[in-house]
């Protein structure tokens, strides 16, 4: 039941949050922060219950740490079936913590309709906190669409110069890509009834379904098309620079962090284990894709001279490296496709803060106007820096524990994808100290006088930098509990031919034993 | 006592996370203590903890400590995990009390820098992670120094970064780096996946009990570290970022050069000795790399005008033949000119830094001039340091280093007389460029009136690295290898052949060729400048002049085949070219809704013909098929 409770305490926060602005602009801004912080608690409760149970190695089908099934829609056979695993619970995590970074970010800068402001975002948080629980098809696709709506809103309304464009660029984009599932979840649900002479839309029932291969790989794509637009994949990315550069920045921080998420996610719960063999096909070129966004987003971030558009084609290239990890299919890929996932959601949310925090300042995102800014605005400039220096995949900082895991597992499939995918280690520096140089260093024209990060403003940047940090020395908590659920994932594989994360000739020590690290001495 | 390893590179995190933190109430001195407490810190413990191993020596001779598992998936669990054995105990001995002394000069030279709290702040997180790559026990965790190490000199070569040129070099150091870090990302994929592990010790056992001599994969993992250690202790061709990092404060150059970053290459390479050993090609390359490497670097040096990019190209070519020891298998003779190097090239960017403060940020060579009456404590000490890059004999530490190299390229089982020539050669370039420096700078006529004195804090690491640069040879005299016989607990030994009179021979024949550089130095630079005029201004030699000045075009070439084609390909693409299709797509939709648009005309006339044109068109189909 208390999956049921997430999402409806977020629901109901939601409009407790629009109609509380009535009494004025502070009430809607408190009682959304405090309905995330009662839920981030919540969850890290939970979190930590799990943990001290030893609940966390699950790893057969059908088994879950918490699981809701009630009768929806008996006639079609679809179900109130919402379930959590390992992935699920970090997922969720995400999604309450950067809720309250994108409360936070927005206290001051949202000014105009605040209370249907946080009810947008709330109920955005609700749908994908519904999409990373639910396990029934059919109420996954509902929740699905629910996050779109809300979202075209909070881009429509409270965006830039150019958000109608933008919105409508998004709205077409994922809509026409979501039909594109639906008719593959028909499609899938038909032919697992024409086999079984069953109708449903339960995962663990579609699981396995007889398909010809060529049925399998239609009814794969369709469901890859609607998540590679979300994550996404090269060519279906071009909604994404115009989307996150004309939201707010609490859009920005949802859509980066959250919503590109959803996609990744996609495909680990349902692409994978639906249509193993189709997505083993399908995988080689699939990473192709993959690397090819790597170096294609950072070329063009490199190229931006809109702040926040260079940071949204980074995202390009990071997401490269989860769609990467997942079509790589074995234990250290997936596991450093879900820290890329976290660690992204992180550095990415916290740089679009940051260019927020910017543009409320100097009221551009025009690389040309900004220079030298670490000489007014040291605090601002120097999370700007190790943010960046995080996009870039520096050692000791979360996004590189997940690179590197995507690498060493690739590089056990496909030696030229991985030595290519390295290229990202270089163009990414390039991008990332190119934003550093443009908008930090070099002389300081036109802003003489700018005031730095406020208590607020450093509070979130510290969180952020301590989260990243913590990921980078010691992701383990993150590995663990996402184990149980990856081990499942990968029994799908076609074969399940799992090396356990050695290569192919895992040789013994000669000597292990002999000089085993002393403890002491 | 050894478990409080960790706290050598501990101290100097500390120290940055306190500056980072601290904000402007830590004050000028604050600062500056926090900065060079920390490292002394470190340096302290470095020294206790020699001495304890020393006395009491542990188990194997190697001592290994694991704070966490830094990550764990399935096999593949490398720990936050240090490793002490004779090689990273000398190596930690130098860094730490190079990088002390470094910090204690710094607290001088930035007293008056309104960014001297981020200043400390960088280069104690420099000094901390050099600490952590020497100290490393898997090859994940010296990545972590490696990249880190890189990262710190780009803060620091950009450190005064409102000159959008410094800013250049500084990225410049990150991305030529950066290329060989994905190198030897690539080179971990692959010995993990082959292997198994990344722990170095277990790694290097597994190597050579599975790997033949000569097999691709050994020669495939040696040469993507191999291209690794290139960048970071700038050898051919990676070599170019490294005269442009100069930018930064002199004090970051001492540290860069002496201590830290660029000899990690040659400590990579050093560490996976087993490796190297197992792709004989790879190390005949590292040796060919090295000769070629100190021979151009050399040339360059020789009509540099800076005196700090003379310098920095001396530092190449030091590093140079360090390379070349490597390749023949030379390891500790490889270990001991670091040591050495590190001493009198700290020495001698610090003495510069002394003679650029004093002048008013002067940097050109042919400016200066008589420097030696008025900065006396300098001139001496920068002699110290001259004398012993020109390895001039017996009384110097780099005669011994130097010494010893150029025998072992001679008599190692791989090595050749090519080699021996090569190196040779360099001994002598090396000598004519370290005393035109000396004798353009600190000699001849004065310039004028001079500025800020060195204080006391300035002046003390000068004599103590001045002392270290001519009796820091000692530990490896010949016929009392102190160093070596320690350093083989790490690192095998070589295969020699040769006698104790060749040796003694090829000593000579090494001292001569020092001081007949110096001897030429002197009669160009002092005695007859225009004999130095006329030769640079004939036509050839103009030519080369230009050449060897450009560091041989390097960076000519780059600019073009790289830099320029990435930039066009950046700016070409910035609005998306796959956008098009979508745009394209709503452009379509759009013109043919409008064309569509025009047959709504409201004249029922036209809406009749169209029905009955439809019709017949219908009942014509059905009526044929």
């Given at each position: 039941m208390i999956l049921a409770w997430l999402i409806l305490w977020l629901l109901a926060g939601g409009l407790l949050a629009w109609f509380s602005a009535r009494w004025g602009n502070a009430w809607p801004r408190w009682i959304s922060l405090i309905t995330l912080l009662v839920q981030l608690a919540a969850l890290t409760g939970l979190w930590i219950g799990f943990f001290s149970h030893g609940n966390l190695a699950v790893a057969a089908p059908g088994q879950w740490l918490a699981e809701l099934n009630l009768p929806w829609i008996p006639a079609w056979g679809a179900r109130f079936h919402l379930a959590l695993d390992g992935v699920g619970l970090l997922m969720i995590l995400l999604t309450s913590f950067l809720g309250i970074v994108a409360v936070a970010a927005s206290w001051q800068g949202i000014q105009h309709r605040v209370g249907f402001f946080h009810f947008n975002l709330l109920w955005i948080l609700a749908a994908i906190d519904g999409v990373f629980l639910a396990v029934d098809l059919f109420l996954f696709y509902f929740f699905w669409e629910l996050m779109l709506v809300p979202l075209y809103f909070l881009i429509g309304i409270w965006?830039?110069?150019n958000r109608v464009y933008a919105a409508l660029k998004f709205f077409i984009f994922t809509q026409a890509s979501s039909l594109v599932m639906l008719v593959a979840i028909l499609g899938l649900y038909f032919a697992h009834a024409n086999s079984s002479g069953v109708y449903t839309f339960d995962y663990l029932g579609l699981l396995g379904t007889p398909m010809s291969s060529f049925t399998e790989m239609a009814l794969m794509l369709g469901f890859f098309i609607a998540f590679a637009v979300k994550l996404p994949v090269l060519p279906l990315h071009t909604w994404l620079p115009d989307a996150h550069t004309e939201a707010p920045t609490a859009g920005s921080v949802a859509l980066a962090g959250l919503v590109l998420k959803v996609g990744a996610f996609g495909m680990l719960r349902f692409l994978l284990p639906l249509f193993p063999r189709a997505a083993s096909d399908f995988s080689t070129l699939a990473m192709s894709l993959a690397v090819a966004g790597i170096i294609y987003g950072a070329l063009l971030a490199f190229s931006q001279t809109d702040l926040k558009r260079m940071v949204a084609y980074t995202s390009i290239s990071h997401m490269g490296f989860v769609l990467l990890g997942i079509f790589a299919w074995n234990q250290l890929a997936l596991q450093g496709a879900i820290v890329i996932m976290i660690a992204h959601g992180v550095s990415t949310g916290a740089l679009f803060v940051i260019v927020g925090d910017l543009q409320d300042r100097i009221h551009t995102r025009d690389l040309d106007r900004m220079g030298g800014l670490w000489s007014v605005m040291p605090r601002l400039s120097g999370a700007g820096l190790l943010f960046a220096l995080a996009s870039l995949g520096l050692p000791g900082l979360g996004n590189f524990v997940g690179e590197f895991l995507v690498l060493l597992g690739v590089y056990q499939v496909s030696i030229p994808l991985a030595v290519l995918a390295s290229l990202g280690f270089i163009v990414s520096t390039v991008y990332a100290l190119w934003l550093v140089q443009r908008v930090f260093l070099g002389r300081n024209k036109h802003h003489r006088q700018l005031p730095d990060y406020n208590l607020r403003e450093s509070a979130i940047m510290a969180v952020m930098i301590v989260v990243i940090t913590a990921l980078g020395l010691y992701p383990q908590p993150v590995l663990s509990t996402a184990r149980g659920a990856l081990k499942k994932l990968g029994?799908?594989?076609?074969?399940?031919?799992?090396?356990?994360?050695?290569?192919?000739v895992a040789h013994k020590d000669p000597q292990a034993g002999a000089t085993k690290p002393g403890s002491g001495s | 006592m050894l478990r409080l390893l960790f706290l050598i590179p501990f101290f100097p995190f500390a120290g940055f996370a306190l500056l980072a933190l601290g904000g402007r109430r830590l004050g000028r001195r604050g600062s500056a203590a926090i900065g060079a407490g920390s490292v002394g810190l470190s340096a302290l413990a470095s020294l206790a903890l020699s001495l304890d191993f020393l006395i009491s020596p542990p188990a194997g001779y190697s001592y290994s400590q694991t704070l966490w598992t830094w990550m764990k998936v399935g096999g593949f669990d490398p720990g936050i995990s240090f490793y002490l054995d004779a090689l990273s105990l000398v190596m930690i001995l130098v860094i730490s009390v190079v990088s002390f002394l470094i910090h204690i000069y710094s607290s001088g030279f930035m007293?008056?820098?309104?960014?001297r709290r981020r200043f400390f702040a960088y280069m104690n997180l420099f000094v901390g992670f050099m600490l952590t790559l020497v100290l490393a026990d898997n090859l994940v965790l010296l990545y972590l120094g490696w990249e880190g190490v890189g990262l710190c000199s780009y803060l620091l070569i950009g450190f005064w970064y409102k000159d959008a040129a410094n800013g250049r070099a500084a990225r410049k150091a990150f991305i030529v780096t950066r290329v060989g870090d994905a190198a030897m990302a690539i080179a971990l994929f692959l010995l993990f996946n082959k292997l198994g592990t990344l722990q170095i010790q277990a790694l290097m056992r597994l190597a050579s009990a599975h790997w033949q001599a000569g097999s691709g994969l050994a020669v495939a993992a040696a040469a993507l570290l191999l291209t690794g250690a290139l960048g970071k202790s700038a050898?051919?061709?990676?070599?170019?970022w490294l005269p442009d990092?100069?930018?930064?404060p002199t004090p970051v150059s001492a540290l860069i050069h002496a201590a830290t970053m660029v000899t990690a290459g040659v400590y990579l390479i050093a560490r996976t000795n087993a490796l190297f050993s197992l792709a004989p090609h790879v190390r005949l390359l590292v040796a060919v790399i090295g000769a070629a490497t100190l021979l151009l670097a050399g040339f360059s040096a020789l009509v540099q005008r800076d005196i700090k990019r003379v310098l920095a190209y001396s530092t190449i070519s030091q590093i140079g033949y360090m390379f070349l020891a490597l390749g023949v298998g030379a390891w500790s003779a490889a270990i001991f000119h670091f040591m050495t190097h590190a001493f009198f090239k700290a020495l001698l960017f610090l003495g510069a830094g002394v003679v650029i403060k004093a002048l008013g940020e002067e940097h050109d060579m042919f400016r200066m001039g008589g420097l030696r009456k008025q900065l006396p404590l300098a001139f001496w000490t920068f002699l110290a340091g001259a004398a012993s890059l020109s390895a001039l004999p017996l009384i110097t530490a780099g005669f011994y280093s130097k010494d010893l190299i150029l025998w072992d390229a001679w008599?190692?089982?791989?090595?050749s007389v090519w080699l021996w020539a090569a190196g040779l050669a360099g001994a002598f370039l090396t000598s004519i460029y370290t005393f035109r420096m000396v004798f353009l700078t600190f000699f001849g006529r004065s310039r004028g009136r001079i500025g800020s004195l060195p204080g006391f804090s300035m002046q003390a690491p000068l004599v103590a690295l001045a002392v270290l640069s001519l009796a820091g040879g000692f530990v490896e005299a010949p016929g009392l290898p102190v160093l070596s016989r320690f350093l083989h607990h790490s690192l095998p030994a070589m295969q020699q052949a040769g006698s104790a009179t060749a040796q003694f021979a090829f000593g000579l024949i090494a001292a001569a060729a020092s001081l007949s550089g110096i001897y030429l130095a002197y009669h160009l630079f002092l005695r007859r400048p225009s004999h130095a005029e006329a030769l640079a201004a004939s036509a050839p030699g103009r030519l080369l002049h230009r050449w060897w000045f450009a560091g041989w075009g390097f960076d000519w070439i780059y600019e073009r085949i790289i830099v320029m084609p990435y930039t066009c390909l950046a700016h070409a693409g910035k609005n998306d070219l796959l956008d098009l299709i979508f745009t394209g797509m709503a452009r379509t939709a759009a013109g043919a809704g409008r064309l569509l648009g025009k047959t709504q005309t409201g004249r029922t006339r036209w809406y009749a013909a169209g029905i009955a044109a439809g019709v017949i068109v219908v009942l014509a189909m059905m009526v044929n098929w």
């Open positions: 965006g830039h110069q029994s799908y594989a076609p074969g399940h031919h799992q090396p356990e994360a050695s290569g192919a | 007293s008056a820098d309104e960014g050898q051919l061709p990676l070599q170019t990092a100069m930018a930064g008599s190692s089982a791989s090595g």
